[in-house]
Nanobody, 124 residues
Framework: VQLQASGGGLVQAGGSLRLTCAAS????????VGWFRQAPGKEREFVAS????????YYADIVKGRFTISKDIAKNTMYLQMNSLKPEDTAVYHC??????????????????WGKGTQVTVSS
């Protein structure tokens, strides 16, 4: 499975961005997909996850109500809509996929496949 995240950029606080995670190679329809972020000097942090087919999105408390996962299964593409962005959302955002069970979905080690990240910078 190859994953490619894109859509990052520079935005002012309160603004919005939509990240895209495009999957190719092996079918990902039986996988979960997660979004993680990593700020300089900090550990990789869980943002959100959902199953590629079905499932209910799950969000970290720090983004709940502001970020939304959506997907286009026909295009093997998943999106992360980020609204009301804050400076503390600044990080490199990664998408990941794997055969993940609910109890481990917030753990980076549960995901087998990772794409290169995309930088999100929120200015104050």
């Amino acid at each position: 499975v190859q994953l490619q995240a894109s859509g990052g950029g520079l935005v002012q606080a309160g603004g919005s961005l939509r990240l895209t995670c495009a999957a190719s190679g092996e079918s990902v329809r039986n996988y979960a997909v997660g979004w993680f972020r990593q700020a300089p000097g900090k550990e990789r942090e869980f943002v959100a996850s959902t199953r590629w087919s079905g499932g209910i999105p799950y969000y970290a408390d720090i983004v709940k109500g502001r970020f939304t996962i959506s997907k286009d299964i026909a295009k093997n593409t998943m999106y992360l809509q980020m609204n009301s962005l804050k400076p503390e959302d600044t990080a490199v955002y990664h998408c990941a996929a794997g055969r993940v069970i609910s109890s481990t979905r917030t753990s980076p080690s549960a995901y087998s496949y990772w794409g290169k990240g995309t930088q999100v910078t929120v200015s104050s």
